[in-house]
Structures are given as structure tokens and as C-alpha cells.
């Protein structure tokens, strides 16, 4: 298994671009979120999608929009990007069950820096 | 509104020192807690919950409901233990979302 895997790793943008940060896992979980990850700030949830075909804003969610393709994707669109969106940007899926495990999985993580 | 704190931005303990991360919360329902770990060059990871009440690496936890805390605790810090420690909080029943604190870099000095 892969986990969660992102694409890409690396990303260099000028203001005003536009990308979509990919993410996939192979879990089967059907919970996924997306997280940016600034210094001094911790995690802080952008937006994150609770079943297939929902999405719901997070603490952060301006300037970003998603789409949750299937129950494997879960993409991040900066429509227009911004300096202040320069950070490092986590995907995650959740596993919950009913037997107690309560867990979240990451990915490796997107260094984003916008110019 | 939920909220962690993680007062320590850096914490620096010698190999073989105790070693106490403190994390606080706010929250009016009942809370579930977790500690997640991210060693360098590796992924963020869980280390432990309070529900489960385990010891993870010779780390634990205690949530203590009256004083809002989930302090991550450890007898002899070990090098491998540098890391970045982030507090989490979510709902027991229900809630999708965590909320995290805003991490403690752990150095330990040989």
C-alpha cells in the first residue's frame, strides 16, 4: 500500500497562477482532508470532505477550492495564487472505527512557495 | 470553540532528562486528544490517543479534564525523540475535524 501519496512535491508559482495540489490514498477511507502547515502556526485544516461527494471549509478555506473526484481523490485548487499561500500543504484520510481506532494518515507533504 | 495550545514553540532536554511537552484545550463537549509525531524527513504520524491509554515509546499522556491539559510526558528522553509534537483535539462522537496546536520542536542533546 501507498498510503496517501501527493503530487507534486515541489511547486514554484507566480502570483496570480493557477495549480491543483493532487492527493490519493489507498486505504479505502472515507474521510480526507487537506491541511497547509505554517511555522509557528502549526496545522490548520483548509477544507476537508467527510464521505464521497461531500466537502465542507475548514479554518482556512479562502483563496482554495476542492473537489473530492472519488472515494481515492481529493484535489486543491488555488485559483488565483497569493504570496501569503506559500507554505506546505498536507493531505490526509482518517480511519474510524467502530472497535475505537481513531486515526489519521498524512502524506509527504507540498512545498509551495508563490513569488 | 475549539482550541490547543502548545505553549513551547522549542523545548531542548538533555539524553536521559525527563521530558514534558505541555498541551492545553478548549472545548465545552467532551474531548478526545492525540498526540502526532514528525521525525525529520518523515510523515506526520500518530504517536498516541488518550482513549487509548497506552504508552507509545515511552511516551504518555494523561487528559486531565479540570485543568484542560494532555500533557506528553517521558521518564529518559532518548535522541531519537527529536521531533516536531503536535497537540490535536477533536470531538469524542461524531466531529470530522481535528484541530492541532501549534507544535513543539523537541531537541534532545546527547
Known amino acids: 500500500n501507498a498510503g496517501v501519496t501527493q503530487t507534486p512535491k515541489f511547486q514554484v508559482l507566480k502570483t496570480g497562477q493557477s495549480m491543483t495540489l493532487q492527493c490519493a490514498q489507498d486505504m479505502n477511507h472515507n474521510s480526507m482532508y487537506w491541511y497547509r502547515q505554517d511555522p509557528g502556526m502549526g496545522l490548520r485544516l483548509i477544507y476537508y470532505s467527510a464521505s464521497e461527494g461531500t466537502t465542507d471549509k475548514g479554518e482556512v478555506p479562502n483563496g482554495y477550492n476542492v473537489s473530492r473526484l472519488n472515494k481515492r481523490e481529493f484535489s486543491l485548487r488555488l485559483e488565483s495564487a497569493a504570496p501569503s499561500q506559500t507554505s506546505v500543504y498536507f493531505c490526509?484520510?482518517?480511519?474510524?472505527?467502530?472497535?475505537?481506532?481513531?486515526?489519521?494518515?498524512f502524506g509527504p507533504g507540498t512545498r509551495l512557495t508563490v513569488l | 470553540a475549539q482550541r490547543v495550545t502548545q505553549p513551547e514553540k522549542l523545548l531542548s532536554v538533555f539524553k536521559g532528562a525527563p521530558v514534558e511537552l505541555k498541551c492545553n484545550y478548549s472545548?465545552?463537549?467532551?474531548?478526545?486528544l492525540f498526540w502526532y509525531v514528525q521525525y525529520s524527513r518523515q510523515r506526520l504520524q500518530l504517536l498516541l490517543r488518550h482513549i487509548s491509554r497506552e504508552s507509545i515509546k515511552g511516551f504518555t499522556a494523561d487528559l486531565n479534564k479540570g485543568e484542560t491539559s494532555f500533557h506528553l510526558k517521558k521518564p529518559f528522553a532518548q535522541e531519537e525523540d527529536s521531533a516536531m509534537y503536535y497537540c490535536?483535539?477533536?470531538?469524542?462522537?461524531?466531529?470530522?475535524?481535528?484541530?492541532f496546536g501549534q507544535g513543539t520542536r523537541l531537541t534532545i542533546n546527547p
Open positions: 472545548y465545552s463537549g467532551s474531548p478526545e
Open positions: 490526509a484520510s482518517r480511519l474510524r472505527t467502530s472497535g475505537g481506532v481513531d486515526e489519521q494518515f
Open positions: 490535536a483535539l477533536g470531538a469524542l462522537q461524531g466531529a470530522q475535524k481535528l484541530v
